[in-house]
């Protein structure tokens, strides 16, 4: 007898001899002429869990299944075994006189892992599981490898990420949480979609890595001879698409950052970023929750989630904070009430906030008081606004404190889940702004922005009034499905390779 649930770990000459006995199976299989590998068509009508939601209907009809075999029941003239498809798993019963003996003794050499095609009719066994009887059974590929020991609920995350073909197989929840993914994108594209947003596709290649505060993976062009860069956001040439004419545009892409790997960093990423002309920051705050709102609709979800144990309220409209408030709120700190850049950065430091000696001002001083004392407390949704320009290069400044831009970011469990701005679109401003990175750049921080004279050039001709927002797709959907780390909702995440 065979069976998924099996757990005695095979020694190394087992293991080896397993791997023989399933080749020399192929090899005789190959022989008789029933190569499977030559097989090409087999025309699936049913699935698993089509077939039990309407067993009523079917019981007694024939159907065509097929899928991988993950356990098998020898029993003299008959045999069960289960089938896991892409709904689910099935029982399929193997009786000598209904596919006869040649096909019968076949279908004892198969292994588990093999891949087959079963015609046959739906019946209810006496216990009350829902199966088919097989009249005819297809070797549709050998499987030449044992799945791993344990692997039914395989929880090596080293091996399931490395080989998530494996993981598939053995975590059914894992392909949910990959289909909730899809649904999770399609969702918000049907949102921005009924508004009236054209999707579109930018360069991933840049010769100049603009948009966003990060480290560039860096590659080179033989033909040019040239550098180049995997993008690290999408903003500039979307911002060039609202110059052009486009009013309402988006892009759900990969971004790359060459930076550090932790539970929701990974140096390739999936993010949405979208641009409306003649609206702001307060708009596109509106524009959030609608977004969130039509993909939880989609997820079935309520307004309160679990996630990792916590309860998160989701309940729209979504609280509203300035960063001044926001620290004032969860430090005592009162940064509204300083202006000169010393006394804001002897209060930060009396706290204990860490201070970069390149990035020394009111500024970075109110932000790392927030980013190092405050993010860790906001649970439920909220939009932080009012960010320091010092760090939002690309925003406009208020109007009542020039110290400061039109900026959100919004938060919930802890982490940054959007950022969005009133975008600049002053080019003698922005002009400034870019001088002001590469002066940063000089001083050896190599995160800072690139120049852009194509950006400034485009800007000269006019842009609208705009509001931008940029979403991290996979963080949403970790906290959508409650995974704990970003590696388990992309399907093959970055892993240093094995030696």
Request: hydrophobic content about 40%.
């Amino acid at each position: 007898m065979e069976n998924f649930e099996e757990e005695r770990e095979l020694t190394e000459v087992e293991y080896n001899e397993l791997l023989k006995v399933r080749r020399d199976k192929l090899a005789s299989l190959t022989e008789q002429g029933k190569d499977p590998f030559l097989q090409t068509v087999f025309p699936v009508n049913y699935r698993s869990e089509k077939i039990k939601n309407d067993v009523a209907k079917l019981e007694g009809k024939k159907v065509r299944i097929a899928g991988r075999m993950i356990s098998k029941r020898v029993m003299g003239k008959a045999s069960f075994a289960h089938v896991l498809d892409t709904e689910g798993t099935i029982q399929i019963y193997v009786k000598i006189d209904n596919v006869g003996a040649e096909e019968y003794e076949e279908f004892k050499k198969y292994d588990i892992g093999d891949i087959i095609g079963i015609c046959g009719k739906v019946f209810v066994t006496h216990k009350g599981e829902v199966s088919v009887s097989a009249d005819k059974l297809v070797l549709l590929s050998k499987s030449l490898l044992p799945l791993p020991e344990k692997w039914h609920g395989l929880k090596d995350n080293d091996l399931r990420y490395r080989q998530r073909y494996v993981d598939l197989i053995a975590n059914p929840e894992v392909k949910k949480t990959f289909l909730s993914r899809s649904k999770i994108i399609s969702a918000l594209r049907r949102c921005l979609d009924k508004k009236g947003f054209v999707e579109v596709e930018t360069p991933i290649l840049n010769t100049i890595p603009g948009g966003a505060t990060a480290r560039p993976f860096i590659t080179h062009h033989n033909t040019l001879d040239i550098d180049m860069y995997m993008r690290i956001a999408l903003e500039l040439y979307l911002k060039r698409l609202i110059i052009g004419g486009f009013e309402k545009v988006y892009e759900v892409g990969r971004v790359f950052r060459n930076e550090g790997m932790d539970i929701k960093h990974n140096p390739e990423f999936t993010m949405m970023e979208l641009y409306q002309a003649y609206t702001d920051l307060y708009g596109i705050m509106d524009l959030t929750e609608d977004i969130f709102s039509s993909v939880m609709k989609e997820l079935g979800l309520s307004d309160e989630i679990g996630y990792q144990g916590r309860k998160i309220n989701m309940k729209l409209p979504w609280k509203r904070l300035t960063m001044i408030e926001a620290v004032k709120q969860y430090t005592g700190l009162d940064y509204g009430a300083v202006s000169d850049d010393d006394k804001a950065i002897e209060m930060a430091k009396k706290y204990g906030v860490e201070l970069d000696d390149k990035k020394l001002s009111w500024g970075y001083a109110l932000y790392e008081t927030f980013d190092q004392f405050v993010e860790d407390k906001l649970i439920d949704p909220v939009f932080i606004t009012d960010y320091p320009i010092e760090i939002s290069p690309l925003a406009k400044k208020m109007n009542n404190d020039k110290r400061l831009v039109y900026r959100f970011e919004l938060f919930m469990n802890t982490w940054e889940m959007g950022n969005a701005y009133t975008e600049l679109n002053d080019p003698i401003d922005q002009k400034e702004r870019f001088e002001a990175q590469m002066a940063l750049r000089a001083k050896g921080d190599d995160e800072a922005q690139m120049y852009d004279d194509d950006f400034i050039t485009a800007m000269e001709y006019g842009m609208p009034p705009t509001g931008g927002l940029g979403l991290g797709i996979d963080r949403m959907v970790m906290l959508l499905t409650d995974n704990a780390s970003i590696r388990d909702v992309l399907l093959f995440p970055t892993m240093k390779p094995k030696k």
